[in-house]
């Protein structure tokens, strides 16, 4: 079965600091997705990775193929990143299957 | 660019009914997937439409069933509404669909099934 596992479900962390969010799948997949949702229910896509990494901002995101992990991290941290942060991979169906979510809270 | 939008953004109904949803995507847009969100199940595929035609479908009863127009417009209905499918409607557009293409999300429809 096609799974995707994010850790951790709940993170809180004061402001300033370096936040890191894991997503593991089970096979080959074609693309990674790192999304964001806002407690309005707003999803707004930040990252799509076939390989290596990315960087937007104070927000990175990498790939490993080979061992199906990504990781998102978010460099000095600010109350405005507080959302919850969803990983989803495609296979080759197409079709997006999503992790659990992240919600990550930071403190002023 | 104006943005992904869905109508209505909330919705109370109760058992039994139906309900359509409908969702515009980004101009130029021509594929639209639609995702059902709930807290005990997070996000899940429902389908998508590419051209008219629906190219995915997600594990969701035949209840559930959508369409998209020539203009990429696309909507959604539930018949026979139940308790569960209360959830967080969203759409999503990309350009053709392709799983290497970001995808664009509307801002959903909450709907609650009393």
């Known amino acids: 079965k096609n799974e995707v596992e994010q850790s951790p479900q709940n993170l809180t962390a004061q402001e300033g600091e370096f936040i890191t969010i894991n997503c593991s799948y089970s096979?080959?997949?074609?693309?990674l997705h790192w999304l964001q949702q806002h407690p309005g229910g707003g999803i707004v896509s930040l990252f799509m990775?076939?390989?290596g990494k990315k960087k937007h901002g104070r927000l990175i995101a990498t790939i490993n193929i080979q061992e199906k992990h990504s990781s998102l991290h978010i460099t000095a941290s600010h109350p405005r990143d507080s959302a919850v942060y969803i990983c989803?991979?495609?296979?080759?169906?197409?079709?997006?299957?999503f992790g659990t979510g992240t919600r990550l809270t930071i403190i002023p | 660019k104006a943005g992904v939008t869905q109508t209505p953004r909330y919705l109370i109904k109760t058992r039994g009914q139906q309900v359509t949803l409908s969702c515009s995507p980004i101009?130029?847009?021509?594929?639209v997937s639609w995702y059902q969100q709930t807290p005990g199940q997070g996000l899940q595929f429902l389908f998508e439409?590419?051209?008219?035609?629906?190219?995915n479908k997600g594990n969701f009863p035949g209840r559930f069933s959508g369409r998209q127009f020539s203009n990429s417009r696309s909507e959604m209905n539930v018949s026979t509404l139940e308790l569960g499918d209360s959830a967080l409607y969203l759409c999503?557009?990309?350009?053709?669909?392709?799983?290497?293409?970001?995808?664009?999300f509307g801002p959903g429809t909450r709907l609650l099934v009393l």
């Open positions: 999503a557009s990309t350009s053709s669909g392709a799983s290497q293409e970001t995808q664009y």
């Open positions: 096979v080959g997949i074609s693309a």
């Open positions: 990775l076939s390989s």
């Open positions: 989803a991979v495609s296979w080759f169906d197409e079709k997006l299957t």
């Open positions: 101009s130029g847009h021509r594929s």
């Open positions: 439409y590419f051209s008219e035609t629906q190219r």
